[in-house]
């Protein structure tokens, strides 16, 4: 990618709509603009212009705003070109943009360029995909967050914590001569320790990251006709599987997706488990049995007007929630006292609390929905090599080792640190030595 080129490219999905938007952006995006339309509109203000092909034919009547660079997505100068829907004319207004100097983008280039004339970091152009692809409610709001620099501020505040131990220990390692007093080690172990505690907190939003983007796996798991498949119709609002009361109508997994409690849930509606010699039920169960072990989330359906029979659950680390179905109806004794949650797919009884219980147990650690800043692979690849360099700069403060190879350890920190939002810089280091302690006077 050559950040000298103006590039163009199609922002709206394909297919017939009332409008799309081709966007351009790059040094050349006004010349551009002007071969194709005859205009040079002002900045930041939509203007009625024509497309026109090489023979000056009207290729559409399009509405063109233009961003002047640097206060722009991309920190350039940006066209938006908004045109009629159809996918011929969006691809014809598109070409005459190449034939009159601009060239495609590659994929997330655009983007890219924010990023390279720092308009964002690494964190905020992740969010702007997680933005995109929230499938619920809470993913939307953590992707948001992000977005305007949760995570960002998160790793700022710790590499700013950590360049102040680095500054001190390089100080003492380049300027003896000014003889400049060291903190003491437990004041700079107490400093690496806090930096530490805040990492793994941002550490522990790993899971629940993961969860809001690809959702919740979640098995419907119980004996036949408790009520598993109406349990999934109800969830999702309309009848996907088939209900009936004969044992073993459900033969294979189900599976679908729905938001509940603003959570993402990917539902797998099971085959019954029982004893049972037809082999094609059998090997619906072995499924079933298997779905269990993956999911994140199992709902164990039981019958709360039949004596208590409890289905095999699979061995796994899940979270487990016990629902008694058919709560509308007299329940049997022996489940009193039994904690679980009373619901009934005939009536909706418990849907609510279902949804709640559900966000309770996978929202643990992230405090409340608006301050939502759930970390991703990468990040949390970046945050464990981070911990795992101050661990041994922490080890090295309190056996005494040469100060030069504890900086290795702290500037191998915050390259990691860096690595997260983008911005890896040693200079730093070096600005607040000069700044904090005066040197050089």
């Known amino acids: 990618m ?28 006004t010349t551009v603009l002007q071969a194709c339309t005859g205009k040079v509109t002002e900045a930041r203000r939509a203007t009625l212009a024509h497309v026109r092909d090489a023979q000056g034919r009207v290729v559409d009547e399009v509405v063109v705003t233009y961003y002047a660079g ?40 655009f983007t890219r360029r924010a990023f390279e004339n720092g308009r964002m970091d690494l964190t905020r152009a992740e969010a702007v995909m997680d933005v995109i692809n929230a499938g619920s409610d809470l993913a939307l709001r953590a992707a948001q967050n992000q977005l305007h620099g949760a995570i960002f501020r998160k790793v700022e505040t710790a590499v700013d914590r950590l360049i102040s131990v680095a500054a001190h220990v390089e100080a003492y390692i ?14 700079l172990v107490a400093a690496v320790d806090e930096v530490c505690g805040e990492l ?19 098995a419907i798991i119980g004996a036949p006709n408790v009520g598993k498949s109406s349990l999934l119709n109800m969830l999702l609002g309309y009848e996907r599987a088939i209900v009936s009361d004969t044992a073993g109508t459900t033969r294979d997994t189900i599976e679908e997706s729905v938001s509940l409690g603003g959570m993402r849930l990917r539902l797998v509606d099971t085959a ?54 058919k709560c509308d109806l007299p329940e049997h004794p022996d489940w009193q006292n039994v904690p679980a949650l009373r619901i009934s797919c005939h009536t909706g009884r ?9 966000t309770e147990r996978f929202l643990h650690s992230s405090g409340e929905p608006d ?11 970046a945050l464990q090599q981070a911990l795992d360099y101050l661990a041994a700069a922490r080890t090295g403060l309190l056996s005494g080792i040469s100060p030069e190879l504890m900086d290795i350890d702290l500037r191998a920190a915050l390259d990691a640190l860096g690595s997260i939002s983008g911005r890896v810089d ?13 040197l050089g006077k």
Request: charged share 25%; glycine share 8%.
């Open 350 to 358: 418990g849907h609510e609390t279902l949804a709640t219980t559900i």
């Open 70 to 109: 640097p206060a722009s997505y991309t920190g350039e100068d940006v066209v938006e070109i908004s045109c009629h829907g159809g996918m011929l004319v969006t691809r014809r207004v598109l070409e005459r943009l190449l034939q009159c100097g601009a060239r495609p983008a590659e994929p997330g280039e």
């Open 174 to 187: 380049d300027f003896p001569e000014e003889d400049i007093a060291p903190d003491t080690t437990q004041e």
């Open 2 to 29: 050559q950040s000298t080129d103006t590039i163009a490219a199609i922002a709206t999905p394909p297919g017939s709509g009332a409008i799309a938007v081709v966007r351009m952006s790059g040094p050349q995006a």
């Open 272 to 325: 019954g488990l029982h004893e049972s010699t037809d082999a094609i039920e059998r090997a619906g169960m072995e499924r079933s049995r298997r779905a269990g072990a993956e999911a994140d989330l199992i709902l164990e359906v039981a019958d709360a007007t039949l004596p208590p029979a409890r289905a095999e659950i699979p061995a796994t680390t899940a979270q487990h929630i016990l629902l008694l179905n």
């Open 371 to 381: 301050t939502l800043a759930a970390i991703n692979t990468r990040h949390r690849y």
């Open 200 to 218: 793994r907190v941002l550490l522990d939003t790993a899971d629940e990251g993961r969860l809001l983007r690809e959702g919740i796996r979640t």
């Open 426 to 438: 040693t200079e730093d280091i070096l600005t607040r030595v000069f700044a904090t302690f005066c």
